[in-house]
């Protein structure tokens, strides 16, 4: 009987104390909003960790340069209505997708691509990436990458962002392994609530406020106030003299800084 005890004791003990390894190998991306146009800024820690594995959460300090990104999970009526707008401004954007709205939502993936815009791998499932190992990694990237290729002929994506913004070492090193490049952000606000019945205000308001040179700015598809919001915000910064440009300058222009 004792030796039934401790045996299942030790069994208790390792899974909680696995378990509590697993939670302390989480990291959940998060920062103290920007104000007065000053930039973000998330400590050496983090710093080095980004920089390490090629991640990014911000552009040149010294240029008045926006990145627009937007994520999509599902789609609610109003993402047309962004490509409109970024159409009309000129304005190139990155749409984080998950192989949900991939399936769901082809057409206006389509229109994304065909509007020059880039498709940025938001993993096929929507899981916690951070309580995956490398293989399970892998199968959401890249069953995410076959999905698009068969339904759009785009071959593969090189831009990631983990759900919810829940990560680790191992998925930063994973993905640079496999050219999966992750992309955070250093403006974001409260609009993930398909449901919300604020008003456009509410986004510009966050938006403007926490406006900063080299921001990537995160937002959502599914709320209203965002695609409503969204052409006096690209008007307004254009006023104050920013300009937009995709991830692809901000990769190239950090590539070009590494060999000078």
């Keep these: 009987m004792w030796k039934h005890l401790i045996g299942l004791t030790a069994l208790v003990a390792v899974f909680f104390l696995s ?15 920007s104000k007065n146009g000053e930039q973000v800024e998330m ?12 991640a990014l959460y911000k552009g040149d300090p010294s240029k008045k340069i926006i990145y627009l990104t937007f994520d999509n999970g599902y789609e609610n009526g109003f993402t047309e209505s962004i490509l409109d707008t970024l159409k009309k401004e000129e304005v190139p954007a990155t749409f984080f997708i998950t192989g949900h709205y991939l399936t769901s939502a082809t057409d ?19 899981p ?18 076959t999905k698009l290729a068969q339904l759009t002929g785009v071959k593969r994506t090189y831009y990631a962002r983990p759900p919810e913004g829940t990560y680790n070492e191992r998925v930063l090193k994973v993905g640079q392994n496999y050219h999966y490049r992750h992309i955070f952000w250093s ?26 040179p080299g921001a990537i700015i995160l937002m959502h598809t599914v709320a ?37």
Excluded: C
């Design 108 to 126: 206006l993936v389509k229109r994304m691509i065909a509007d020059g815009h880039i498709i940025g791998n938001h993993s096929d499932k929507h």
């Design 187 to 212: 403006v974001a606000f409260k609009d993930w609530d398909r449901n919300s019945t604020l008003p456009a205000k509410y986004a510009y308001d966050a938006l403007t406020t926490q406006l900063h």
């Design 19 to 33: 378990t509590f390894a697993f939670a302390e190998d989480e990291l959940h991306w998060g920062f103290k909003p």
């Design 43 to 54: 400590g050496a820690t983090i710093d080095q960790l980004t920089e390490q594995y090629g």
């Design 224 to 260: 209203r106030h965002n695609a409503e919001a969204l052409p006096q915000f690209i008007q307004e910064a254009k006023k104050q003299g920013y300009t937009f440009a995709s991830l692809d300058d901000l990769v190239l222009q950090y590539e070009l800084e590494d060999v000078l």
């Design 128 to 145: 916690n990436m951070a309580r995956l190992n490398e293989t399970q990694l892998l199968e959401e990237w890249q069953n995410f990458d």
